[in-house]
């Protein structure tokens, strides 16, 4: 059977959204219509992810209520005959299942995903940051691609990578890529934020990754680092270095990662989900052309 599992992390405590993340998730912050969280459910479904494992802590239930089928409100919208909000409603039918695990420490995103060994066991897996969004409106196949490379490559770790301006490299982990670039290529490692003149490619590691178990085992030994957080990218560095098999898989220029780890591309993200929306969009879009003429 294919890989049919995600790990989806959302127990860091965003703050760099504050004051919006004091008493909300970022992962529940709206990008256009949705909360970020469905925008990423949505996605891993559309990519054949079956079952969503998150990592949450405290102050998250409000993601575990969004994903709930809420009968009350179903009822009451039914029964006032409002058919279109009820529509709106229909990801709660997705055919998938949810399950939940505490990180019960703000330990890093290495640490939040070493918290799920137990649960996913001796399995591959998916690894999805519940704060970044790719490709606008679930119509990215990115994971799906990925799974693929994994499993016809037999790798040990695949991770998505975008391009980014040269003068960007030193807020990423970029790639230093064996061989040729494509579409899919050889990982030889990570470097984590580079100064631009030393930094291997300008491909940025990307907020999508397919594991083998292998993954648990170096995270149990990863030393903590910047911020005394585990980093999920030093155990993939330990992984590539004791020979694993890295893969990485490009994103494609209708495949823009969203991240809401910050205001600036938090904004960015709002008004392009918003610009693609079919009712506001063409609005929203006249209303800015007009408001950045008279700035
Ligand atoms: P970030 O690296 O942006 O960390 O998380 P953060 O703690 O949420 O944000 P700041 O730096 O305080 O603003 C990337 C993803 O990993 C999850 C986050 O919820 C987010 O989806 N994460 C991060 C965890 O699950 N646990 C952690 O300890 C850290």
Redesign the pocket.
């Known amino acids: 059977m294919s890989i049919d599992i995600a790990v989806v992390?959302?127990?860091?405590?965003?703050?760099?959204?504050l004051p919006a993340t004091k008493s909300q998730?970022?992962?529940m912050l709206p990008v256009g219509r949705k909360p970020v969280a469905q925008h990423v459910v949505e996605e891993l479904a559309q990519s054949g992810i079956r079952r969503l494992l998150f990592?949450t802590?405290k102050g998250k239930q409000s993601i575990e209520n969004h994903f709930d089928i809420d009968g009350d409100l179903i009822t009451y919208l039914r029964e006032s005959g409002r058919e279109q909000e009820l529509s709106e409603l229909d990801f709660e039918r997705q055919d998938v299942e949810y399950f939940y695990t505490r990180?019960r420490r703000?330990?890093?995103?290495g640490?939040?995903v070493l918290c799920t060994a137990p649960l996913i066991g001796k399995q591959p897996f998916v690894v999805a940051?519940?704060?970044?969004i790719i490709g606008i409106n679930a119509q990215s196949d990115i994971v799906a691609r990925m799974i693929d490379e994994f499993e016809r490559s037999r790798a040990d770790v695949v991770v998505a990578f975008q391009e980014v301006p040269r003068q960007d490299v030193s807020r990423y982990g970029i790639a230093q890529p064996r061989g040729a670039v494509d579409d899919v290529f050889e990982l030889e490692r990570l470097v984590e934020k580079p100064a631009v003149e030393e930094a291997p490619s300008h491909l940025a590691v990307a907020a999508r990754y397919v594991f083998s178990p292998e993954i648990f085992n170096q995270l149990a030994v990863t030393p903590p680092g910047k911020g005394g957080?585990i980093q999920l990218t030093d155990a993939i560095q330990l992984v590539l270095g004791a020979g694993g098999k890295g893969v990485g898989v490009r994103l494609r220029a209708n495949e823009r990662r969203f991240d809401v780890?910050?205001f600036g591309s938090y904004f960015q993200a709002f008004v392009e989900f918003a610009l693609a929306d079919p009712q506001y969009g063409d609005s929203l879009h006249a209303y800015l052309a007009q408001r950045l003429e008279t700035r």
Do not use: F, I, Y
């Open positions: 992390p959302v127990a860091g405590l965003g703050t760099r959204l998730p970022k992962e990592v802590g990180q703000q330990l890093g995103l640490h939040a940051l519940g704060d970044s957080e780890g910050n």
